[in-house]
């Protein structure tokens, strides 16, 4: 059974940072990635931040965040993190990881989920 365990979340002040650790004790079929995602107020679909490809380690993010966020993995303890650097209010929300099936078109990553973590609560205020 393909379980995710979240751990990092809180509040945080503008500016400050964050590290997010998901540990991941399964893969279903056809999983090649772990994904981060966050659902913030006022929208209705989660969006993407960034993922790893758990065999090659290469990582993509989309595009917004780049340039703050680090995503990482420890092979040995089956975890993925996600630190998010100067953050800001619009960074609130819950961010979730995701085992997922990714695909690249054109230079940009895909991630299609099949199974998420509950979720972790990241205010941003001051």
């Known amino acids: 059974q393909v379980q995710l365990l979240h751990s990092g979340g809180g509040s945080v002040q503008p500016g400050g940072s964050l590290k997010l650790s998901c540990v991941i004790s399964g893969y279903a079929d056809g999983d090649n990635c772990v994904g981060w995602f966050r659902q913030t107020p006022g929208k209705e679909a989660r969006e993407g931040v960034g993922g790893i490809y758990v065999d090659s380690g290469d990582k993509y993010d989309a595009d917004g965040v780049e340039d703050r966020i680090t995503i990482s993995q420890d092979a040995y303890e089956n975890t993925v993190y996600l630190q998010i650097n100067n953050l800001k209010p619009e960074d609130t929300g819950i961010y979730y990881c995701?085992?997922?099936?990714?695909?690249?078109?054109?230079?940009?990553?895909?991630?299609?989920?099949?199974?998420w973590s509950r979720g972790t609560r990241v205010a941003v205020s001051s």
């Open positions: 995701a085992t997922a099936v990714c695909t690249a078109a054109n230079g940009q990553a895909s991630a299609t989920p099949s199974h």
